[in-house]
C-alpha cells in the first residue's frame, strides 16, 4: 500500500497542514520541521505526483525566454517557436515572456538576467554570452533558486541547470569532414565565418572544425577566423573583401547566421571561384543556396525542440523531478540539396 500525506505526518509528528507546507515549499515552516518531514517522506519511500497535484491546484508556470534582437533567419525562427509555445500556454499551463537583449552584449544580457530574476518567473531561459558578467548574472539566478536553462549557446562552468542546443564540437568535426570530402583533395585556403567567439557555442565549432581539419585535410590552410556578428550586412561586407583580396579560396565554413548576407556575396564571385560552402540552419535562404549550388551542405538544429525542451526542463526543475536526457538530447541534421525536407 502506497504511502499518503496521513502517514507522513504521523511519523514526523506534524500536522497535515504542515506536511502540505513543506511538501508544496511554502513558507512558515521552521528547519527543523521540515528536516523531521523530509526524512519521513524519504523513510516511508513516499512518491508524490507533483504533475497532478499542479494540475489540481490550477498552477500556471511564469517563463522568460531572454533572446538576442539581430535580424537573422534563425532567431526569427526561434522566436516563431516561442510564439508557438504561447499558443499552447492553456494546455500546458505556461505564460511565456520575452524579454530582448542586443546581440553579443554581454553587459546587457547580465542586467537582463538579474532583472528577470526580480520578478519571481518558474525559470528563465537564454542564449548565453559566455562571459565573466554573465556567469556572476547566472549564478545569482540560480543561488535564487529559480531554474536556469541555456539555449542554443551554452555558458561555460556550471552557474545553470540544463543546456537545451547540439553538441557544438561535434558539429564542427562534421563541418569539417563534410568540407574536406566535398573539396576532393585540392590546395588552397579556406575561409571560417563565425558570429562572434564570444559565445561558446561559435568557439567550439570553430575549434573543433579547425583540429579535424589540420589532423586530416592538410592541404587546406585555416584563413583567420571573420566575426559577422550574425549581421546579414556585415556578413555580405566582409566575405565580398575577403574573395576580392584573395584568389585560392576553396573552401568556407560559415558557422554562425547572417546567411543571407553571405549567399549574396557568394553570387558575386565567378562559377568557376565558387568555394565549397558548409553553412549551419536550414532556412528559406539556405536552402535556396542548395538547390542553386552556391552550397554544399548546411548542419541544421530544431529550434522548435530546443524551446519545447527549455520549457519541459525548466518546468521540471520547479517541481523538482528529474530531466529526461533522451528527451532533451538536440540532433544535428545534415542536409544536402538531394535530402531537402
Do not use: W
Not at 24 to 34: D, E, L, M, Q
Amino acid at each position: 500500500m502506497k504511502p499518503t500525506v496521513h502517514d507522513i505526518a504521523s511519523r514526523a509528528g506534524v500536522s497535515l497542514a504542515t506536511v502540505d507546507r513543506v511538501l508544496n515549499r511554502r513558507p512558515g515552516v521552521s528547519a527543523r520541521t521540515r528536516e523531521k518531514v523530509d526524512k519521513a517522506v524519504h523513510e516511508l519511500g513516499f512518491v508524490r505526483d507533483v504533475a497532478a497535484a499542479n494540475l489540481a491546484k490550477g498552477r500556471t508556470y511564469p517563463l522568460t525566454f531572454v533572446i538576442p534582437s539581430n535580424d537573422n533567419s534563425f532567431m526569427r525562427g526561434l522566436r516563431l517557436a516561442l510564439d508557438e509555445a504561447r499558443d499552447r500556454a492553456g494546455v500546458e499551463r505556461i505564460a511565456i515572456r520575452l524579454v530582448d537583449v542586443p546581440a553579443f552584449d554581454a553587459a546587457a544580457l547580465a542586467r537582463a538576467l538579474k532583472d528577470a530574476a526580480a520578478e519571481q518567473p518558474a525559470g528563465i531561459a537564454f542564449v548565453a554570452v559566455d562571459a565573466p558578467e554573465v556567469a556572476a548574472a547566472a549564478a545569482e539566478v540560480t543561488a535564487a533558486g529559480i531554474p536556469l536553462v541555456t539555449l542554443v549557446s551554452d555558458l561555460s562552468g556550471t552557474e545553470r541547470d540544463h543546456y537545451a542546443g547540439i553538441d557544438n564540437a561535434a558539429a564542427g568535426r562534421t563541418a569539417a569532414s563534410l568540407l574536406g570530402r566535398f573539396a576532393g583533395g585540392r590546395q588552397g585556403k579556406v575561409a571560417v565565418l563565425a558570429g562572434s567567439m564570444l559565445v561558446r557555442d561559435h568557439r567550439e565549432r570553430c575549434e573543433a572544425f579547425a583540429s579535424l581539419i589540420a589532423r586530416d585535410f592538410p592541404t587546406l590552410e585555416l584563413l583567420p577566423v571573420l566575426e559577422g556578428r550574425d549581421d546579414p550586412a556585415v556578413v555580405e561586407r566582409l566575405v565580398a573583401a575577403l574573395f576580392s583580396g584573395l584568389d585560392d579560396i576553396v573552401a568556407l565554413y560559415s558557422l554562425g547566421a547572417g546567411n543571407r548576407g553571405l549567399v549574396k556575396a557568394l553570387e558575386r564571385v565567378p562559377a568557376e571561384r565558387r568555394p565549397v560552402v558548409i553553412a549551419h540552419e536550414l532556412t528559406e535562404t539556405t536552402r535556396g543556396a542548395l538547390q542553386s549550388g552556391l552550397i554544399d551542405a548546411v548542419l541544421n538544429q530544431d529550434a522548435g525542440h530546443e524551446v519545447r525542451s527549455a520549457i519541459r526542463v525548466l518546468k521540471a526543475k520547479a517541481d523538482g523531478l528529474p530531466v529526461v536526457a533522451d528527451q532533451e538530447r538536440i540532433r544535428i541534421d545534415i542536409f544536402l540539396k538531394d535530402n531537402l525536407p
